[in-house]
């Protein structure tokens, strides 16, 4: 492996507070130097970073990538390498792929394709039940051994509560975190927008509050009972995100995040049909959003994620309703936390934490900071390096990206995982 030294640039690190010009030295795909580098290290390669910020990688809590079983809409390799140009150094894989991820061999199928991809890392997430049919629990613990550092339902929630239950505790022997989605899919049927005046003003079925309160309701009920290690994905709505605060008043040990796309986009984005605002859970009201941005900012939802969904063309033609839900978000995850920063919605450093060591630690990875000895996945991000997102400048095979047209101010310029660029130019500065 090669030795790097990232000269010059803004080192950053939310997990420790580090905030400073200084060098980075990379020896063995380990950082071994922050701020300086050690007595008598000698660079292969020397990356200019002036003017720069020096992150940890994105860790991206939830990223469809349609291997195994859609390749005709993306796969490892072309999401892997959009998410390296994106300062995505792991993508979290949800186990609600074709065959679902409730064996090893799946698991190990995901490594060998990640691996030869070159790109970001992909953690898989192990199914909680088998098949996700939420009747019969999954070989966990040899899962846990393939490489899964957490179990979650993949977007299916579990409908039998005992059986909720019975697998949290199974998860909770072998301290797996379990992912769960709070959502009542039989409250949400149909719907593809917000319950309200918006979605009756175009004639769409609604998704009520109810829809997220419900589930998330008895899912905290269980958890909070025995004092399990749960985590919430993708909060939508202002009322869902109270009850998780108020959990954490309790002293539950739950945790939350919502995808990105929640803290800027809102119902009214749907007034013109456009497929590419499909999604789920739906796009909610102003002041859901709101309610959102400021869960985010006192740490009620700790973590923001892309909830990566790529389609292919056809997937996203026809009615709204008719088309399926989803929008592609790798692209353009990092570019909108550094908005919600530049909107003064939440500070720097607590900002990149939701995209890096809140994660981290959540999964129990070594990664998402900046610390002598921890594995060198860094990114580089030139502030001043302004861009349009743009359906053509998008790495991600998926094209119903949600802010196409929007301009941002920060661009990556390099990723590093393991020690080992897969993205930018090494001979720079």
Excluded at 178 to 194: E, M, N, Q, S, Y
Excluded at 356 to 380: E, K, M, N, Q
């Amino acid at each position: 492996m090669s030795r790097i030294l990232i000269r010059g640039g803004r080192l950053l690190d939310p997990a420790s507070g580090h905030d400073a010009v200084g060098d980075l030295a990379i020896a063995g795909g380990r950082i071994v130097g922050l701020g300086a580098p050690p007595d008598g290290f000698a660079a292969d390669r020397v990356i200019g970073a002036e003017g720069c910020w020096v992150l940890p990688g994105l860790i991206d809590l939830a990223a469809r990538l349609r291997e195994p079983g859609a390749t005709h809409k993306a796969d490892i390799a072309s999401e892997a390498r959009a998410a390296a140009a994106a300062g995505i150094t792991t993508l979290v894989l949800p186990p609600d792929t074709e065959p679902v991820l409730d064996t090893p061999s799946v698991a190990e199928l995901v490594h060998r394709r990640a691996a030869a991809a070159g790109g970001a890392r992909v953690v898989p997430l192990a199914a909680l039940t088998l098949g996700l049919a939420g009747e019969q629990l999954a070989p966990m613990a040899a899962l846990a051994d393939a490489g899964c550092p957490a179990v979650a339902d993949g977007g299916r929630p579990v409908a039998d509560t005992l059986v909720l239950r019975r697998a949290l505790e199974y998860a909770a022997t072998y301290e797996l975190p379990a992912l769960l989605t709070p959502w009542d899919p039989w409250l949400a049927a149909g719907g593809g927008l917000h319950e309200g005046p918006v979605a009756m003003r175009l004639g769409l079925p609604g998704v009520s509050v109810a829809a997220e309160t419900a589930g998330l309701g008895r899912q905290l009920a269980v958890a909070t009972a025995l004092g399990l290690r749960v985590h919430f994905g993708r909060l939508s709505t202002a009322a869902g995100a109270a009850m998780l605060r108020n959990a954490h008043r309790d002293g539950a040990p739950v945790t939350g995040d919502v995808a990105i796309h929640q803290l800027f986009l809102t119902e009214n984005d749907a007034v013109g049909y456009d497929s590419r605002f499909h999604v789920q859970p739906p796009l909610r009201s102003v002041g859901d959003r709101d309610a959102l941005r400021r869960a985010v900012a006192d740490g009620t939802l700790g973590i923001i994620c892309s909830d990566h969904q790529p389609h292919e063309r056809d997937a996203k033609d026809g009615p709204f309703t008719g088309t399926e839900p989803g929008l592609s978000g790798i692209d353009t995850l990092l570019a909108l936390v550094l908005r919600l920063v530049e909107e003064e919605a939440i500070g720097l450093l607590p900002a990149l934490a939701a995209v890096t060591a809140h994660p981290a630690a959540l999964l129990g990875l070594d990664t998402g900071r900046l610390a002598t000895g921890a594995p060198a996945d860094v990114c580089i991000v030139d502030p001043q390096s302004p861009w349009w997102c743009r359906a053509e400048s998008l790495g991600s095979r998926g094209r119903h990206n949600g802010f196409l047209g929007w301009e941002f101010s920060a661009r990556n310029t390099h990723t590093l995982v393991n020690g080992e660029l897969v993205h930018g130019d090494a001979e720079s500065g």
